[in-house]
């Protein structure tokens, strides 16, 4: 961090440990399913960085990750060939590039969180998308975790957190990143 960056809250040492862990489980998948989980990755890495406060050392960081994020959207574009319910990464990838040029336009080398540089009207409809995934996301999550039926030899017993229900965990966790990111703008 630079000097003259200010010490991070609470709620922003969550923020990057929330987006670093998720980048880093999606990273994981991505290394034996690619496609999706890679932009997931990509995602939480750059929650993770925008949650950082980097004073005056982080002029860089618009730029980067808006071009970052624009690949990324462009690569959400190309999962959309394979179904609409690809749409969200595409959502997710443009709403983190109207969050970075927000903040920059703000002058606070990235965390230009509430500053009231967002559109009020895009920002708010974002928050209902946003929070509409999360309830249906936990919802999911939380019936996903209903009885296990009793494992056979033909079907042995998924392992404790299988692999589904960690990618909605983190899918989960990612959108409540936004979630709480977006208020600030």
């Known amino acids: 961090m630079h000097g003259s960056a200010s010490p991070l809250s609470a709620s922003a040492w969550l923020l990057v440990l929330l ?13 034996g399913w690619g496609g999706a989980a890679a932009g997931e990755a ?48 595409l959502v997710g990838s443009l709403t983190m590039v109207y969050m970075v040029y927000g903040a920059a336009a703000a002058g606070s080398g990235g965390q230009g969180h509430g500053h009231g540089t967002g559109l009020p009207l895009l920002t708010g409809a974002l928050l209902l998308y946003y929070a509409g995934y999360v309830v249906l996301g936990g919802t999911r999550l939380i019936t996903a975790g209903g009885a296990a039926p009793a494992p056979s030899p033909a079907s042995p017993a998924p392992p404790c957190g299988a692999p589904a229900e960690l990618a ?15 208020p600030a703008m």
């Open 42 to 89: 990509v995602m939480g890495f750059g929650m993770a960085l925008m949650a950082v406060p980097l004073g005056d050392g982080g002029a860089w960081r618009a730029p980067v990750l808006g071009a970052v994020f624009c690949v990324a959207a462009v690569h959400a574009l190309w999962l959309l060939r394979g179904g609409a319910h690809h749409a969200h990464h």
């Open 19 to 31: 987006g670093a862990v998720s980048g880093a489980y999606c990273l994981r998948r991505a290394r």
């Open 168 to 182: 909605r965990a983190c899918r989960l966790a990612m959108g409540m990143g936004m979630l709480a990111m977006l």
